[in-house]
């Protein structure tokens, strides 16, 4: 049973190995600090999935010894599993101000205000949890108030990045990243947990003030109404957007619920001061269409999104030819086909899309290689763990990291208990991990019955046999038999379900398997399908 003693473990129960759904445990002296408790979204392998989580097994058995849940920015891949599994961790939240009130919307919805304590944090503060020291210090992100922390024990100092970019014209961050981090870390840290995200990126992100010249251009050439398209949690491209509307002559309404939910806690948290007033629809759609700037969400294609609906035609705001839609975001990958299919609803209307390829209308909020490079300096670390990346880019990171000096990297994944400190880092052993998915209401493991078997029934169809005395009747779904012939497959399928009740003379089960076996090899003949089929004898 992995219990730490005078040592630092570490231990990602996500996000190592994929990008999403981040939890990372630190362990000392018989305690554990978790840092974020994020999700991922649903894919095609989830069918009817839109949230998928860590499993906490193993830190929900030793949550006794759990001293706190540090958050160290409101992006969903850090906070979007706190509503679901914090309650039943029983521990207190920190998070500074702006992403505490994230937090705080999210309890409230689920009716967990006063169930799950969460510990408003200034952004620089300092505090003790159990063994461990923390001093947190806001880095860049495309989110505004993102902090990165340095973990103190008595074995040694980490300092855990979070997700961050450097940027001194970050709008609504901190300048001067450099000063801050290198007096946080006098001396050299031992070990730096670092973001993975962007290592392919031979350059810097670049810097949020440089997007506006590029916003400016494709804004101001626009005859028609111009949408842009961006994350709503993206507050500082938000005033950036707001700075070229007013530049450029143009009102500035807003679409998408996200959007008025950061602009609330933003302004809340003392941004967002100069932002234009917003005006509604209504008023949106009687100006000239050379005076309007509409800000929405889905640049990912999200099919609910305002923009998708928009594309279809189907939103109070409307678009038409001439009008230009500009994708002021990264597209995320997996995402292309859905963001494609939107992009040609609006060729098809003849409405323009400009991205991130066209023009400089984007920059990232993770870091490049320079940046990589000049924080393992500035924090002096001498061992790297790589996280926040799938596999290629934590390998990635560790040859980089080592090519640029830093003494040892370490490359682990989900599971897999790290002793840190002190070093050399290693791999103890593999503990329990995995995902949970939200289905419906219920939180169950992702690769659990339930899953695997509407994996099965998306891909080969279902027929439902019902059996008494000498006549059936069958019904399917999902099985591709043309519409004019259903009557004779149906038939053929009772007949063969029929007989095959009449002939089987071995007890119920072995009755049931050979009604099975007659009825699907109906279907593989008809369609070359091997559907699930369920068998229901009703008189016996
Ligand atoms: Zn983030
Ligand atoms: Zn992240």
Redo the contacts with the bound molecule.
Sequence with gaps: MTKPGKEVLFLALGGSGEIGMNLNLYGCEGKWLMVDLGVSFGNADYPGIDIIMPDTAFIEERKDALVGILLT?G?E??IGAVAYLAADLGVPLYANSFTAALVARKLAEEELAETVKVHVVDMDAQFTLGPFGIKLVQLA???PD?CAALIETPYGRVFHTG?WKLDDDSKLGQPDAEVRVRALCAGGVDAIVCDSTNVFNASASGSEGSVRDGLMQVVGEARGRVLVTTFASNAARLETLGDVARATGRQLCVAGRSFDRIIEVARANGYLRNLPEIIDWDAAMRLPRNKLMIVATGGQGEPRAALARIAEGNHPLALEAGDRVIYSSKQIPGNEIAIGRIMNLLAERGIETITEKQAHIHVS?HPGKPELAALYRWTGAKTLIPVHGEMRHMMEQARFAKSVGVAEALVQKNGQVVRLLPGPARILETVVSGRLVLDGDMIVAADGAAMTERRRLSQSGHVAVAVAGRSARVVQRGLPVDPDDMDRFGQEAETAAANAAANSKDGEEKRREAIRLAVRRVATQWTGKKPLVDVLLLDS
């Design positions: 920015h992006h891949d850090h992100h495309s989110i993102m997700d909020g």
